[in-house]
């Protein structure tokens, strides 16, 4: 099998990667919108006992036609690049800019929805029924509160497993899982000191990681392939719904509601900017936020620029469908 570079996939690879790093977007959505999400699915299953038979058969070829290894290095390749830009840019955008950066996000995802819809049929009930289902199941769990993180490299196994389960769904997040099992920011520390320390304590937890990763990904990518082989529409019925429930975290304009005081244990409501204020970053954990519109919004709305990056965001699905194709 001849390799070469793909850039087109490199840059999807890299798509995908800079979205897992961000709570409440998807590596599953960008793959569903750049149309390569049944191609994913496909090439993490065939990491099987067949691939096993013919590398100890020296047919390394037939293995890495069995993987479609071309497709797995470039994908692999760009998300690692992805993940990298993801963890220094993305996150001082989220710190500088986050209004507009989840603007964007809900213009791709918004958009994705309404045309991953148009390859279902609404007059179906049971499709009726999927799409209510995974909306409810998406907004479900974007509601749920962050628990405390358990640093045991058993549990670092499991929220892995968990967290590709949720990357390989279209709108449920892989970091938002980990957000929720309080394991986001000690994930995301650890792989920071890999790339500016190459801290050793680090790389044990990220190696584990990567295990979990792997052991989640060759089970759940099964679980999907044979859903989109044998109950296409119904499927896309229920990502549909848990793109559109996703919507709810990734609202531009969230007031902090209530917070978690860690001195004394208590939860303490949240009614204005000021009583946010007077609470030191490190004293306390956000527990829930609410959704306002721009005007209501504690701190600078950005509204305009928010508004220019949610279009931006929808554009990019309307021409990528219009023009290259892709049909999401």
Sequence with gaps: MKFSLNPATIFKGMAMGIAEIIPGVSGGTIAFITGIYEDLLHSIKSFDLGLVQWIRKGEFQKAAQHINLPFVVNLGGGMAVGI????????????????????FFFGLILASALFIGRQFSIKDMYNIVGLVVGFLIAYGITILTPSEGNTSYVFVFIS???????????????????????????????????????????????????????????????????????????TLAILTG????????????????????????????????DMLKSLPAESFKVMSEVQVLPGLYWSTPKTWETLVCLVFGFLIVYIMDRSSGVKV
């Design 160 to 234: 892995a497993m968990i967290a590709i389960s949720a990357m390989l769904l279209p709108g449920i997040s892989g970091s938002f899982m980990l957000v929720l099992m309080g394991m986001y920011y000690y994930i995301l520390s650890s792989v920071k000191s890999i790339l500016t320390q190459f801290d050793l304590a680090s790389i044990s937890v990220i190696f584990v990681f990567v295990l979990g990763l792997i052991a989640g990904a060759m089970t759940f990518s099964r679980v999907f392939s044979w859903l989109f082989d044998r109950y296409k529409e119904i």
């Design 84 to 103: 990298v830009i993801g963890v220094f840019a993305i996150t001082y955008l989220l710190e500088h800019y986050p209004e507009p950066l989840w603007g």
């Design 242 to 273: 848990f793109l559109l429930g996703s919507l709810n975290k990734i609202w531009p304009w969230r007031n902090i509601e209530t917070v978690f005081i860690k001195e004394t244990g208590e939860i303490q409501l949240i009614t204005n900017a």
